[in-house]
């Protein structure tokens, strides 16, 4: 049992490249999100999924895009990275109809240069 | 918009001393309250959820009340060991989105 995958775990990027961050999680999860940790800003939600087929826009969304691709994986894309985009993004998932409680995967340190 | 604060940013006590570490949220319609511990370089690990009926949860060494009415959680870590050193963080939570605090960094010096 993995529970909450992420890859890459380090990237480095040059302004204006694209990539995308890949998470999957093996617990049956209907919600998954993304978030982005900042020194001195906290943990800052993304984007979110509550279940396969949707998604929604969190706090800081400008810049990204997000996939549900099926109910285990969900995927954050930079179209053109930014500097202000290096940050620590971690990807977590929660059932619904529950406790809602949120399990992290170990995160993906990006930096643009 | 919920705000989540916690303080002080930063604590430091000898191994062996009881913890206890503070949240506060502006809004007390949640639906429950997360802590989680976070090492260096790491992801979040959840330590204890309390859900909005309830007024504490335990595990362990670890004990988290939640008072909705005064908009505070508390996280009690009893006898401190070096390896409780870490930044721990509470979430609030609204359905399925949390609210994080800025964390408390902890260190036990043995």
């Known amino acids: 049992n993995a529970g909450v995958t992420q890859t890459p775990k380090f990237q480095v990027l040059k302004t204006g490249q694209s990539m995308t961050l890949q998470c999957a999680q093996d617990?049956?999860?209907?919600?998954m999100y993304w978030y982005r940790q900042d020194p001195g800003m906290g943990l800052r939600l993304i984007y979110y999924s509550a279940s396969e087929g949707t998604t929604d826009k969190g706090e800081v969304p400008n810049g990204y895009n997000v996939s549900r691709l099926n109910k285990r994986e969900f995927s954050l894309r930079l179209e053109s990275a930014a500097p202000s985009q290096t940050s620590v993004y971690f990807c977590?998932?929660?059932?619904?109809?529950?406790?809602?409680?949120?399990?992290f995967g170990p995160g993906t340190r990006l930096t643009v240069t | 918009k919920q705000e989540v604060t916690q303080i002080p940013a930063a604590l430091s006590v000898p191994e062996g001393e009881n913890l206890v570490l503070n949240c506060s949220f502006t809004d007390s319609a949640i639906y429950n309250l997360q802590w989680f511990r976070q090492d260096p370089g790491k992801g979040l690990t959840s330590l204890l959820l309390?859900?909005?009926?309830?007024r504490e949860q335990t595990s362990g060494r670890l004990n988290a009340s939640l008072d909705k009415s005064s908009g505070r959680s508390t996280l009690y870590i009893a006898a401190s060991q070096p390896g409780d050193s870490a930044t721990y963080l509470c979430?609030?939570?609204?359905?399925?989105?949390?609210?994080f605090g800025g964390g408390t960094r902890v260190l036990v010096k043995p």
């Open positions: 977590a998932s929660s059932d619904t109809g529950g406790s809602y409680e949120q399990y």
């Open positions: 979430a609030s939570s609204a359905g399925n989105k949390l609210t």
């Open positions: 309390i859900q909005s009926s309830q």
């Open positions: 617990m049956n999860h209907n919600s």
